[in-house]
């Protein structure tokens, strides 16, 4: 299901690309009646994300071409896999293939590197999660990748979950004074169950336990520190381990036991997975 906020960013990128003048190459070369079919295959092994996107590209540019999908999100391929074919005239595949192939390989780049995060992990059972350190006007693509690779977030807006942070602890005093605040109204006590503490110290955390918090973030602990809070308050509350976790030291942060790992780097900087078009070009629309 496109969304109109996807339609709308869809639409900024093909006049990024083809401003008011269109493709003049192909304007040039190309006869109008010219057409053929067009076919996306992986270059390498993926987990693909950004399919819908990738078709509404193709109809947006003109509604008569025939994109047929040959997987789901989330599938695995590998090199020379096909993932979609494109029917119809020539002048529109090209003018919209470079975009439909930027967001298909960005977001299953992301899915791909999550995947690989989920696998990494899976003896732990560790939750891999997202952040907001995601790429402006394209979260919610983003974060469905992340989803397609079987990773997750905590939350995809600031209006999703109350998640309670540095900066914030900054402004009111420190976790002491949030105590009161979270205990003068009945919202504040719904918070310690739905909402999350970031926490910077063991002092922190082991206030926020106390305090009633069931799920709380760990800001830069070391293995050693995620590991002792596990031991201590891993079975009483949900812990999010964050903050200069990457793909070295993944694997001795999943085996405390923590119970969610959170990396922005696989919204922000992940490499792009590897798609690309290939053409049977015919003389005419009827072939």
Known sequence: MITEETKHIIRLALEEDLTDRGDITSDWLIREDQAGEGWVEARQDAV????????????????????????????????????????????????????????????????????EFVAATQAWGTQILCTRKTNPGLRELEVAAVRHGRGDTFRSNLSDAVLVKDNHLGIIGGVEDLAEIVGSSQEGKDYLNSGKLEVLTMYELELAVKMGWKQLLLDNFTVEQVAEAVERWGEVVNLEASGGINEDNLKDYAATGVHAISMGAITHSVRIADFSLEVDWKRNPQG
């Open 48 to 115: 693909v994300s950004g399919l819908m996107p990738f078709k509404e590209i193709f109809l947006t540019v003109d509604p008569l071409l025939e994109v047929t999908l040959l997987c789901e999100d989330g599938a695995s391929v590998k090199p020379m896999n096909r993932v979609a074919t494109i029917t119809g005239n020539a002048k529109s595949i090209l003018k919209a293939e470079r975009t439909a192939l930027n967001f298909l390989s960005h977001l299953s780049g992301i899915s791909t590197k999550t995947a």
